[in-house]
């Protein structure tokens, strides 16, 4: 304890004394009690607190796993810890929800140093369910409802049923603003708020002050989204009005604290994403320049064509995650194989040969998205291919076409490569065709093969379309 204390807290060695003597005392009020007992301390630099001791009641099983000491806990989920913190008071709470995720009527009083200043929070906390609530400020239910049923129109019971039944906290207000009705997540949610006894009847402002701007808001019909506390809440206001005169109003309230918290871990999760494929490109990139470096400092002329191919290869590679960074504001990971492609075949054309090659790529209507693995195979086959034609189909500088053209069917996509050049003379295959025959067979379960042709090459790859890939027909023809 004394460990954690100086560890995480600000507290002096004096106070941590006066902790670790209320610690002593635990297990024995555990037992008395039949109550999980701690001492939490608010972390330095922090606005969580940390449990710091612990003690289980020895008679019953118990409903902590596990030690929580040393455990964060956040003040959403245990209002009363940070209440008592606050106030130097005492604090009860019917639901707080435990480390372990259960729900347990929590006790609070603050621990005091001789200056009076609070240095920890003593709880006691008893499990809900064998226990049924005493005093009337807990009790699970609403008020109101006839109240509610006027408001509404006529007497229709079923209005306050309905809302009895909400998750979401349904409150309504007479026309001097206070609060007439309140379904059990209300009462549920003001009782912890505000510890008051008595709630029906009180203004609301001085119950929930947070709502001021809600009832200075002209607005009859209005959505807020207020912060307090850490907590993320949506505030439907409704005004109800009678030949102009205000009969109530109407709140709904929906805590979305969580919803918040996921959204956020979410976000985190994919910009982590994003600086992976940051990452990875770059490292690409570094590789490839060390490839260059490699080719400036004297090196054989004939080794110059094998560096040549590798370069392309890496580029092909770092072409995927090129095009989904470009994308990463649309936030989806595929990537568009047609565009891919484009990038990957007019990058070679443009640098790397001198002869004058017309490509062509035709998407005929498909818009293909797959995964960065699976499109990582396909920039490296289609690499080797245009890249054969380049090198290999226009000897002597011939003017030549090379069409990239891609079909499919309901099962599979079909990808074509033809050039119009000198055509292959014998079949013996070297890396590059390897590297192709591999990706097609292993990475994309599919098939390569060469088309018989009168004029140069037709090469075309067959593979099944998998859950990885997605293809939309698009009306317009979207050649280039
Ligand atoms: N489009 C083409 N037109 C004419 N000949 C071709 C064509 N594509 C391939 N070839 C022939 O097939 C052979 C094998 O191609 P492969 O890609 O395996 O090897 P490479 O291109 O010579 O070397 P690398 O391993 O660098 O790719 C080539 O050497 C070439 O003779
Ligand atoms: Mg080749």
Same mark, same amino acid.
């Given at each position: 304890?004394?460990?954690?204390?100086?560890?995480?807290?600000?507290?002096?060695?004096?106070?941590?004394?006066?902790?670790?003597?209320?610690?002593?005392?635990?297990?024995?009020?555990?037992?008395?009690?039949?109550?999980?007992?701690?001492?939490?301390?608010?972390?330095?630099?922090?606005?969580?607190?940390?449990?710091?001791?612990?003690?289980?009641?020895?008679?019953?099983?118990?409903?902590?796993?596990?030690?929580?000491?040393?455990?964060?806990?956040?003040?959403?989920?245990?209002?009363?810890?940070?209440?008592?913190?606050?106030?130097?008071?005492?604090?009860?709470?019917?639901?707080?929800?435990?480390?372990?995720?259960?729900?347990?009527?929590?006790?609070?009083?603050?621990?005091?140093?001789?200056?009076?200043?609070?240095?920890?929070?003593?709880?006691?906390?008893?499990?809900?369910?064998?226990?049924?609530?005493?005093?009337?400020?807990?009790?699970?239910?609403?008020?109101?409802?006839?109240?509610?049923?006027?408001?509404?129109?006529?007497?229709?019971?079923?209005?306050?049923?309905?809302?009895?039944?909400?998750?979401?906290?349904?409150?309504?207000?007479?026309?001097?603003?206070?609060?007439?009705?309140?379904?059990?997540?209300?009462?549920?949610?003001?009782?912890?708020?505000?510890?008051?006894?008595?709630?029906?009847?009180?203004?609301?402002?001085?119950?929930?002050?947070?709502?001021?701007?809600?009832?200075?808001?002209?607005?009859?019909?209005?959505?807020?989204?207020?912060?307090?506390?850490?907590?993320?809440?949506?505030?439907?206001?409704?005004?109800?009005?009678?030949?102009?005169?205000?009969?109530?109003?109407?709140?709904?309230?929906?805590?979305?604290?969580?919803?918040?918290?996921?959204?956020?871990?979410?976000?985190?999760?994919?910009?982590?994403?994003?600086?992976?494929?940051?990452?990875?490109?770059?490292?690409?990139?570094?590789?490839?320049?060390?490839?260059?470096?490699?080719?400036?400092?004297?090196?054989?002329?004939?080794?110059?064509?094998?560096?040549?191919?590798?370069?392309?290869?890496?580029?092909?590679?770092?072409?995927?995650?090129?095009?989904?960074?470009?994308?990463?504001?649309?936030?989806?990971?595929?990537?568009?194989?047609?565009?891919?492609?484009?990038?990957?075949?007019?990058?070679?054309?443009?640098?790397?040969?001198?002869?004058?090659?017309?490509?062509?790529?035709?998407?005929?209507?498909?818009?293909?998205?797959?995964?960065?693995? #699976?499109?990582?195979?396909?920039?490296? !086959?289609?690499?080797? *291919? +245009?890249? $054969?034609? =380049?090198?290999?189909? /226009?000897?002597?500088?011939?003017?030549?076409?090379?069409?990239?053209?891609?079909?499919?069917?309901?099962?599979?996509?079909?990808?074509?490569?033809?050039?119009?050049?000198?055509?292959?003379?014998?079949? #013996?295959?070297?890396?590059?065709?390897? !590297?192709?025959?591999? *990706? +097609?067979? $292993?990475? =994309?379960?599919?098939? /390569?093969?060469?088309?018989?042709?009168?004029?140069?090459?037709?090469?075309?790859?067959?593979?099944?379309?998998?859950?990885?890939?997605?293809?939309?027909?698009?009306?317009?023809?979207?050649?280039?």
């Amino acid at each position: 304890m004394k460990q954690i204390c100086q560890l995480y807290t600000e507290l002096t060695l004096e106070e941590i004394i006066i902790l670790e003597n209320v610690a002593s005392t635990l297990q024995l009020y555990a037992d008395l009690n039949n109550a999980y007992m701690f001492i939490d301390c608010m972390m330095k630099n922090s606005e969580q607190a940390i449990v710091v001791a612990e003690a289980f009641p020895r008679t019953s099983e118990s409903i902590y796993e596990n030690s929580v000491v040393g455990k964060i806990v956040f003040e959403s989920f245990e209002p009363g810890v940070f209440y008592s913190y606050r106030a130097g008071k005492k604090s009860l709470t019917s639901q707080a929800v435990t480390q372990e995720g259960k729900t347990v009527e929590q006790s609070v009083i603050p621990i005091k140093n001789d200056k009076h200043q609070v240095i920890g929070v003593l709880i006691s906390e008893e499990e809900i369910y064998n226990h049924t609530p005493i005093g009337s400020s807990y009790k699970n239910v609403s008020f109101g409802q006839d109240e509610l049923s006027e408001v509404l129109g006529g007497n229709s019971r079923e209005v306050p049923m309905i809302s009895d039944l909400l998750m979401e906290i349904f409150l309504l207000t007479d026309k001097d603003d206070c609060l007439t009705y309140s379904n059990p997540a209300g009462v549920n949610f003001i009782t912890e708020m505000t510890l008051m006894d008595k709630i029906q009847h009180q203004p609301i402002l001085e119950l929930l002050p947070f709502l001021q701007s809600v009832y200075d808001f002209k607005e009859d019909v209005f959505i807020f989204d207020l912060t307090i506390d850490r907590k993320n809440l949506i505030v439907k206001k409704i005004r109800v009005k009678e030949k102009e005169q205000l009969k109530g109003t109407l709140l709904l309230i929906q805590d979305v604290t969580e919803l918040r918290t996921k959204e956020k871990e979410l976000m985190m999760k994919s910009v982590v994403i994003q600086e992976i494929h940051h990452r990875v490109k770059n490292n690409l990139q570094t590789v490839a320049s060390l490839l260059r470096l490699q080719m400036r400092k004297g090196f054989p002329e004939e080794s110059k064509v094998y560096f040549e191919d590798t370069l392309n290869r890496i580029y092909s590679i770092s072409s995927v995650y090129e095009l989904i960074l470009a994308n990463s504001n649309t936030d989806d990971e595929d990537v568009n194989i047609i565009e891919l492609t484009r990038k990957v075949s007019s990058t070679l054309v443009l640098n790397e040969y001198a002869i004058k090659v017309n490509l062509v790529i035709e998407s005929n209507g498909n818009k293909i998205l797959t995964t960065s693995r #699976k499109a990582v195979s396909i920039a490296l !086959i289609i690499n080797e *291919l +245009v890249q $054969n034609s =380049l090198k290999h189909a /226009f000897p002597e500088d011939l003017a030549g076409e090379i069409v990239v053209s891609f079909y499919s069917n309901k099962t599979f996509l079909e990808l074509h490569i033809f050039d119009n050049g000198v055509g292959m003379k014998e079949s #013996k295959s070297s890396l590059g065709l390897e !590297i192709v025959h591999n *990706l +097609v067979l $292993n990475d =994309l379960n599919g098939e /390569f093969r060469y088309m018989p042709v009168k004029l140069g090459t037709h090469a075309v790859v067959t593979f099944p379309i998998s859950s990885e890939v997605i293809i939309y027909h698009e009306k317009e023809n979207t050649n280039s």
